[in-house]
C-alpha cells in the first residue's frame, strides 16, 4: 500500500498514463456517464439538450446537412446523431461504449449506423462529407493522440470534406486550481456500486494550459486508477494542430453555437476544410 500511495503523491508526467476508456468499458461507470448523458442538471459528459439544440442548429445554417454523409466521432447516446438525422442526413455514429451505443439504437427515429469502435486505433469508416467530433473529446488526448485523430479525420472525408469540432480555450483554464479529496464513497457512488473509498487528485500544469484529475479507487477487493487529462487550447495552438494535419480552419468562433472567437475564451469551434 505504501508503493501505491507514494506513487499516487506523485506529479506524473503530461499525458504518461491514460485510461480514458475505463470510464466508457466498467460497466458500473458506463451506466453512470450514460446517465450523466442524459442529465439536464450535469454538464459533466454532455451539454443540455437546448444547448445541443443550437450547436445542432448553427452547424446546419453554416453547411445546410440535408442530405449530407456524416459520421460523428464519440457519439454516446446519440444526441446529436439523432439531430443531423432528422435534418435529413445519412448519419453515422462512433463509439466504444457498447452501453451508451444500444441507448442510441433503441432511441433511434430515423435509419442511423452505428459503429462500437475505438476512434483512436480501431478501423473507420471513409466517404464522408462531414466528421464530426464535439465537446471537447480532442482535449482528452495527447499530442501524439491528437495528430494520429486528427489524420484519421482527414482520411475518413472525401474531397473538399470538412470536419466541426470544439475544443476548451484557454480561458476556462483559469478557474483551476490544484487540491485533493479523500472520501468514502467519493462522489456518491459514482465509481462503484459497492462499498469503496475514493481519492480524488487535481492537479494543473501552468505552462502546458493542462489539468489532470487523478483518481484512486480503492474496493475491498480491487484497487485502480483513472486519468483525466485535460488540454486547453489558443485559437493560435488548435490551428497549428489542425494545419500539421492537413485540415484547414474555414471558420473559427467561440463556440458551436457561433458565439464571438476571443483570443482567452472558454471555447472555440471550429470548421475545418480537408486540404
Not at 463556440?255 to 475545418?272: C, R, V
Request: with cysteine.
Amino acid at each position: 500500500m505504501y508503493d501505491l500511495l507514494h506513487d499516487f503523491s506523485q506529479r506524473p508526467k503530461p499525458f504518461s498514463r491514460y485510461t480514458a476508456k475505463e470510464l466508457w468499458t466498467r460497466p458500473h461507470l458506463a451506466q453512470q456517464m450514460l446517465n450523466f448523458h442524459l442529465s439536464q442538471e450535469s454538464e459533466l459528459a454532455s451539454r443540455p439538450i437546448e444547448t445541443i439544440d443550437r450547436v445542432v442548429g448553427w452547424i446546419d445554417a453554416q453547411l445546410n446537412l440535408t442530405g449530407k454523409r456524416i459520421c460523428d466521432l464519440g457519439c454516446g447516446p446519440g444526441l446529436y446523431t439523432q439531430r443531423f438525422a432528422d435534418l435529413g442526413a445519412e448519419v453515422t455514429g462512433v463509439d466504444f461504449s457498447a452501453h451508451s451505443l444500444d441507448y442510441a439504437k433503441a432511441q433511434a427515429r430515423q435509419p442511423i449506423r452505428y459503429i462500437e469502435a475505438d476512434y483512436l486505433s480501431d478501423k473507420l469508416p471513409e466517404g464522408f462529407d462531414l466528421v464530426t467530433l464535439i465537446y471537447c473529446d480532442l482535449c482528452a488526448l495527447s499530442p501524439a493522440q491528437r495528430q494520429s485523430l486528427l489524420g484519421r479525420m482527414r482520411q475518413m472525408l472525401n474531397p473538399g470534406g470538412q470536419v466541426v469540432m470544439d475544443v476548451a480555450g484557454v480561458g476556462s483554464f483559469s478557474s483551476k486550481e490544484e487540491s485533493t479529496v479523500l472520501e468514502d464513497r467519493l462522489m456518491g457512488g459514482f465509481w462503484a456500486e459497492a462499498d469503496y473509498v475514493g481519492i480524488q487528485s487535481a492537479l494543473v500544469y501552468p505552462q502546458e494550459y493542462l489539468s489532470l484529475d487523478r483518481y484512486l479507487i480503492v474496493e475491498p477487493e480491487e484497487t485502480w486508477q483513472i486519468f483525466n487529462w485535460f488540454q486547453h487550447f489558443t485559437p493560435k495552438s488548435i490551428k497549428a494542430e489542425l494545419t500539421q494535419s492537413g485540415l484547414e480552419p474555414d471558420v473559427m468562433v467561440g463556440g458551436l453555437s457561433g458565439e464571438p472567437l476571443k483570443e482567452d475564451g472558454d471555447y472555440i469551434g471550429i470548421i475545418a476544410s480537408k486540404v
